[in-house]
């Protein structure tokens, strides 16, 4: 079993390395969709059999003439396949009036006809460089029959009650509405974004209390909202402050590990995590990180006082968290952990080394020693003809990243062997 994590752990972790393409895929028995595109996003239909792009619709996200504008990492839009449409909810900036505004709309698959937009939320924004603190999140229940979208928003500085509004997805009407309180025992609450929704419509999520003086959660607590109520039941105290995994939650923060085992298992340091893109370095000062205890406090450390050498990390709230080990103070990017571990060093991912177990040396990555490995277990030959290439459309970053998953795969193969 523990072998199968590892595997899961260094695919996930890879992550972090890679810059992810934008394009989301759906499917039917004879066609296949993709959505492509940072923003604007065009759908492509494309035949199962053949590849071959059947259409080509631009969604038109945001609408210039309507003077909506879109800011990735700001705004967000999600597609969903049901039926005959693709029921597409998102969100843009309405620079006339000034506001955060989310919408449904769908598209037909058939006639590759768009539904008028339906306006959902439209809030007020302080600026545009304050709408990413305006949160609009759907999810949909396991059988595809419900949709539900929370509006909320992670700044002190707005008085926003949070709401979720559940729609019936062939119909798009209003099931039912909760409106919840933007406080929780006299402190400013921010629902947490992995909250899901079973087939009846009861909604089951996770809250955190904010310090409106750093804007970093503090405790976390669970909660139900069942289809027929309008707030939330059941409210119970989590242990420490919010994290949750696969970087779901975009403004979790890190948290500290004592081993790899703790890690696998979900057993974080209590009371200290990492900030998001803390990280700084000096010449003269060395490396320092930003630490935020359960009181939501911030506090600069130096590397070499940190409560763990292992701790996940994100560059920024909304990035793609990577597990950091500590070796003399440098901070190491793992991607392969086994009996031959695989790292990279943090913001010189070229630099690449790896070590004979999770206590072993660390030694500088050179392919003939790989190979020799490779070979002892015969593998050596299948990892040449594996070899990635070179393709035209791949810049230096691109061609990087598909050396390196390669290299994981015949990390991992290793570690399977021996």
């Known amino acids: 079993m523990k ?43 494309k035949d199962i059999k053949t590849q071959k792009v059947i259409s080509k619709v631009e969604t038109k996200i945001p609408d210039k003439s309507q003077k909506e504008m879109f800011y990735p990492g700001s705004n967000f839009a999600n597609f969903e396949l049901i039926g005959n449409e693709i029921v597409i909810v998102y969100d843009i900036w ?25 306006l959902i939320y439209s809030t007020k924004v302080n600026s545009v460089y304050s709408s990413n603190e305006i949160i609009y999140k759907p999810v949909y ?3 595809r029959t419900k949709l539900a979208i929370l509006k909320d928003n992670l700044s002190p500085s707005y008085d926003i009650e949070p709401e979720i509004n559940i729609y019936d997805t062939k119909t798009l009407n209003v099931l039912s509405t909760k409106k919840m309180s933007s406080k929780y025992e006299g402190q400013k609450r921010v629902i947490n974004q992995n909250y899901t929704m079973d087939d009846n419509g009861n909604i089951a999520l996770t809250f955190s209390l904010l310090n409106e003086k750093t804007k970093m959660t503090t405790k976390t607590f669970s909660a139900e909202i ?6 939330m039941k059941n409210i119970k105290e989590g242990s420490g402050a919010v994290s949750s995994e696969g970087g ?38 060395g490396t320092d990180y930003k630490l935020i205890d359960d009181d939501g406090n911030i506090k600069k450390e130096d590397a070499k006082n940190l409560p763990a050498e ?23 990017i793992v991607l392969v952990a086994g009996k031959l571990c695989y ?54 970053n691109g061609y990087f990243n ?10 991992n193969l290793l570690n399977e062997k021996m």
């Open 94 to 118: 309405q620079k006339s009036t000034g506001t955060k505004d989310c919408s449904i709309k769908t598209l037909n698959i058939k006639t590759n006809k768009f539904s008028i937009p339906k």
């Open 3 to 45: 072998k199968q994590l590892i595997a899961m752990l260094s695919i996930f972790l890879f992550i972090g390395i890679i810059q992810n393409s934008n394009a989301q895929q759906m499917k039917t028995d004879k066609e296949f969709f993709t959505v492509e595109g940072a923003y604007n996003f065009i759908i492509l239909k």
């Open 343 to 396: 790292y990279s060093l943090y913001l010189e991912q070229g630099s690449r080394f790896y070590a004979e177990g999770w206590d072993g040396k660390l030694k500088k990555f050179k392919e003939d020693e790989f190979e020799a490995y490779l070979a002892k277990y015969n593998l050596l030959e299948d990892y040449k003809k594996d070899r990635p290439k070179r393709e035209f459309k791949d810049d230096v």
């Open 402 to 411: 598909k050396v390196i998953s390669w290299e994981i795969k015949y990390f």
């Open 248 to 285: 779901v939650d975009q403004k979790a923060h890190g948290n500290f590990y004592k081993s790899l085992e703790d890690y696998l298992n979900n057993k974080p340091v209590a009371g200290t995590r990492m900030k998001n893109g803390s990280f700084s370095w000096t010449m003269i000062g």
């Open 226 to 231: 069942p289809f027929k109520d309008t707030d």
């Open 141 to 143: 229940s396991p059988d």
């Open 310 to 332: 292992l701790f996940t990390y994100k560059r920024d709230n909304y990035s793609t968290p990577m597990l950091i080990r500590l070796i003399e103070d440098k901070p190491y």
